[in-house]
């Protein structure tokens, strides 16, 4: 037995905003007013942004993001970007995004090819799972999220997820840009739900240490209701993540829950490593 930590993140995910002029001027006044040691800060700009925010966020100690990645190295895929092209990048990947299953068709089987593309590429995956309103309307909003992790999550070995970092983003579709949140007690729910489906795809070993965010309108005004449970280890955060105002409160109040879940001490549980 082994005590262990998940860290608290806050990943911003910027969507189609920003441009290669402004988005290096943003994420450095993001990254000065979110200095918190305890808390793991991302960024995920526009593909086209990358190599500015990188060279911008230079020693700053922020993570930096890509929204999506192909799941072939090269070849004829018109449009698309693939891992080996995001080296020197961008050292962590959102996979499976709400907007590019509805926009783009991506299928649990499709997300879990850029699951495994990115963990071979050293990418850190962010997965995003999330229900519709009519799921959670229907009582099987656990049901659907569960479905989409296994579906992620099929095929692939304990020991190469073990050591991919691999974070959980639960965002229901719903929530997202609306305004409209879920309640912490549903989201932290959710949570357990997740490592639950993840202990029973047979990676046991693994569950207790995968973070899993909340994202769907997180504010500065939502921020709290989310860390204060347990379960939840931060949050993907779409709109208030362009705000710096905005971002500087959420970070500020994931370091009160960092210093405060380390205080409390380390959970007793088998270690991953
Ligand atoms: P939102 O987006 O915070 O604007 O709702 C979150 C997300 O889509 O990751």
Not at 66 to 89: R, W, Y
Not at 96 to 113: F, K, V
Not at 198 to 224: F, Q
Request: charged share 20%; aromatic share 2%; with cysteine.
């Amino acid at each position: 037995m082994m005590l262990r930590m998940r860290p608290i993140i806050i990943a911003a995910n910027w969507k189609m905003n920003t441009g290669p002029s402004d988005a290096a001027e943003l994420a450095l006044e993001i990254a000065r007013r979110t200095r918190e040691p305890e808390v793991v800060r991302v960024i995920c700009p526009p593909f086209v942004c990358l190599a500015p925010v990188a060279a911008a966020l230079a020693g700053e100690g922020v993570g930096i993001g890509a929204q999506n990645v192909h799941h072939e190295l090269a070849g004829a895929f018109t449009g698309e970007v693939s891992a080996a092209m995001l080296a020197g990048l961008a050292d962590w990947v959102i996979l499976g995004h709400s907007e590019r299953r509805r926009d783009a068709g991506e299928t649990d089987a499709l997300i879990g090819a850029k699951l495994r593309r990115a963990i071979a590429s050293g990418l850190r995956p962010i997965l995003c799972v999330g229900e519709q309103l009519a799921d959670r309307d229907a009582g099987r909003a656990e049901d659907v999220v569960a479905a989409q992790v296994e579906g992620a999550l099929a095929g692939i070995d304990t020991a190469v997820l073990a050591g991919s970092g691999l974070v959980v983003a639960y965002e229901p579709v719903w929530a997202i840009g609306t305004g409209r949140t879920a309640r912490g007690a549903d989201a932290a729910a959710m949570a357990e739900r997740i490592r639950s489906t993840i202990d029973a795809a047979g990676h046991a070993g693994i569950a207790a240490d995968v973070p899993v965010l909340y994202g769907g309108s997180v504010t500065s005004g939502s921020i709290a209701e989310f860390l204060a449970e347990p379960t939840i280890d931060g949050a993907l955060v779409g709109g208030a993540s362009l705000k710096p105002d905005e971002m500087a409160a959420i970070v500020g109040r994931a370091g009160l829950t960092a210093r405060a879940r380390r205080d409390a001490g380390p959970r007793d549980g088998p270690s991953a490593t």
